[in-house]
């Protein structure tokens, strides 16, 4: 059946190529508006400013850290030797992964559901495996994996900003003197943010550039980047004209104004390290069709990129930001709870250090998960009554509805293009 890529080869991954570009798309409307919406609900940034930090920073983190090489199939969900014979299969079954995972995201991002890219993906993988294939090409281990961090990652993520937002609370709100209290403290979570952000960065974007550092280095060089971001924080504070004698609301608001700028270096950072990591949701599988119809169907475990593929899925990413984020980042910055600058820092500061624990433990984990999470723990620091639980409700649903969702979809598209090309 390898005459089938030979004769169709470049009419197979033209249409790979353009399913990638959509499951891009979804990526960017869903999860990139995850990253950016803490920012924007808490008014730190406008929608507009949003959208161009996270064209510059998601394009930079996908471009010039989505990888040299990429794993040919995710994660290993499923097995490659139950292919070797019909490599054909694979490639028609990627094609329908990236058409079912694509879709999903942009009804998911309509809906304004934050909803994960990566399990959507594996979804639709996982779907065609075991229809098309055999139940026993998936790793179902790996697949119970990833159920079980629907829970930890979010549990993690939100103990983790509730303390963040009281230990705010107790050292700079609640006191007599806000503001002095903001110019002791804020250099301190400044460097915590400063340690947490690079690390992100070292760990999961750096890695693909072909810059590797051991983990003793990367702790020593993130150590050195907070001290230097808490000392630049603490001139900073000082040179910001505050007065003191002014009432306690307007102090709140000078404190406000402080976290609000640390949101914008956060947000940034995310964004580098989102668009480095999720890219490879829409490129994985598009680079595993291009490798397998070039090489004659041949599977490799690794397969190197083709010239064109990340521009492909960088500029995806950032069109469906900016077309069709809005509804995503109002969910996560204005319907959960209510969100200030320094609730927002917490939530993604407690995104971001989970994000550090888990790749530091090889937990799979879910970008949007850890930040609904998070939201969730800011929201729980001031009681069950400042969350919306009806938007919390739609949003658990969603994701329990993306693995089976995306699976389904991708056995239809499967059978429909194997039709089509046998």
């Known amino acids: 059946m390898v005459d089938v890529l030979v004769t169709n080869g470049p009419m197979l991954i033209a249409i790979a190529a353009a399913f990638g ?3 891009a798309w979804g990526i960017g409307a869903n999860d990139v508006a995850n990253a950016m919406g803490t920012s924007v609900g808490s008014n730190a940034i406008t929608i507009k400013q949003a959208i161009i930090i996270a064209m510059i920073f998601e394009f930079a983190g996908a471009y010039l850290a989505g990888g040299e090489v990429t794993s040919t199939i995710r994660n290993g969900i499923i097995d490659s030797a139950y292919f070797v014979d019909s490599p054909e299969l694979l490639v028609y079954g990627m094609i329908s992964a990236l058409l079912a995972a694509g879709i999903w995201l942009i009804v998911a991002s309509a809906l304004g559901w934050p909803v994960s890219t990566t399990h959507s993906i594996i979804g639709a993988i996982v779907g065609f495996a075991a229809v098309g294939v055999g139940t026993e090409a998936v790793e179902w281990n790996k697949v119970a994996g990833i159920v ?3 829970v930890v990652t979010p549990a993690i993520s939100g103990f983790i900003a509730f303390l963040i937002f009281q230990s705010v609370q107790k050292l700079i ?3 007599d003197n806000p503001l002095a209290n903001a110019k002791r403290y804020v250099p301190f979570y400044m460097a915590l943010a400063g340690f947490m952000m690079s690390l992100v960065t070292i760990t999961k974007g ?8 051991s983990t003793a280095e ?13 000392f630049i924080g603490m001139i900073a504070i000082k040179r910001l004209k ?8 307007n102090q709140f608001d000078n404190v406000e104004k402080v976290f609000a ?10 964004a580098f390290a989102h668009g480095s990591n999720d890219v490879a949701n829409a490129i994985g599988p ?9 090489s004659g169907g041949n599977i490799a475990s690794k397969s190197p990129l083709v010239w064109w593929i990340l521009p492909l899925g960088a500029v995806g990413i950032v069109m469906g930001l900016a077309l069709f984020g809005k509804r995503v980042m109002q969910t996560i910055g204005k319907n959960i709870t209510h969100l200030t600058p320094s609730r927002g820092f917490a939530a993604e500061l407690a995104a971001a250090s989970t994000v550090v624990i888990a790749s530091g433990t090889g937990l799979p984990i879910s970008t949007t998960q850890t930040l609904v999470g998070a939201v969730l723990g800011v929201g729980m620091a001031r009681g069950i009554a400042a969350i919306n639980m009806g938007v919390v409700r739609n949003i658990v649903v969603s994701w329990v509805v993306t693995l089976p969702a995306g699976a389904a979809l991708s056995i239809i598209f499967f059978f429909m293009i194997k039709g089509i090309f046998n």
Do not use: D
Request: glycine share 10%; with cysteine; proline share 2%.
């Open 21 to 23: 570009f959509l499951m």
């Open 148 to 150: 079980g961090s629907w």
């Open 173 to 175: 709100f609640n006191t």
């Open 206 to 213: 750096l890695k693909h550039v072909g810059i590797n550092f």
């Open 218 to 230: 990367a702790y020593g060089l993130a150590t050195l980047i907070a001290i230097a971001v808490g």
């Open 242 to 249: 505050m007065n003191p004698g002014a009432g306690r609301q």
């Open 261 to 270: 700028i640390l949101m914008v270096l956060t947000a940034c950072c995310m």
């Open 286 to 294: 598009l680079a595993a069709v291009v490798s397998v119809v070039e």
